[in-house]
């Protein structure tokens, strides 16, 4: 007689919403990863006890599991399964498409070595910052948020992790594209500097589409906004004095104008390459900062 209500009260329990939503995250952000939560379901909530060990075990399989679990969500939506292959097709057309055009048209590349390094690279935080946001609207319409606030992870976890791994997915992107394209010889120390600094665009893209967002056609329309924010990097580049300044708004003025004074020379930039360096990180770090304390207070993080 007991074991009957016992077995319905379990069913109930895994047919409810927050394991239902966690179910759509392939099972990956509910229960322990290890595959003991009979054994401690407290150390499930928690992390673990002062045991260390074993949380610490938890906590990190979590974590390979949140990473695999992503990974897999970008290669099963046709949409972001397209933009995960564009660091590799703009990397082909530096590399070859364009020599290809320069030994047919007659047309000079190093003349717009700049011009072109900057678009192909701006294009990448641009990219990964999408993929980003849309994958916290579709958490959000998935209501899957409320579940990953009682794991381990934790909400704030949740979403450091998910920025810092954009981040670092972003400078991987940025570098393969800036070293396969050969478009110009930056050096690798300088190539690393400005794949970080231009990288720093690709959170504060996702934050700011899940601020004004709220389901997936507004964040095109978001997409849309940010996306005309490159074309003024671009435009600063045909300035070399004071007037350049106008276009440092966007987030990608300082990248674009460090690989420009690399190029043509710091003495004929209005800056040096290391004031666009450290000013852009100065900047980008601001707005990141910025967007990730106005996405908490907007969406109650």
Known sequence: MNKKPKGKLTDSRAGSPAEKQASNQDNNLIGNPGGNSNN??????SGGPAGGGNGSSSALSLYLIFVTSEFKRWVREPLTRVMVAYPLIFGLIGRYLLP?????????IALYADLILVMLTLMMPLIFGILMGFAILDDRDDNVLPAVKVTPLGLNKYFSFRIIMIFICTILACLFVILFSAIADLGTGRVISIAVLASLAAPMTGLFINIFASNKI??????????????FPIIALFFTDFKELFFAFAPGFFPAKAISSIIRGDEMMFLSYNQY???GWVYGIVLNLIAFRYFRKKRKV
Do not use: Q, R, S
């Open 40 to 45: 401690n379901p407290k150390g499930n909530l």
């Open 100 to 108: 290809y055009i320069e030994e047919n048209t007659g047309l000079v």
């Open 218 to 231: 507004e964040g095109f329309a978001i997409f849309k906004g940010f996306g005309t924010l490159l074309f």
């Open 277 to 279: 360096i450290f000013w």
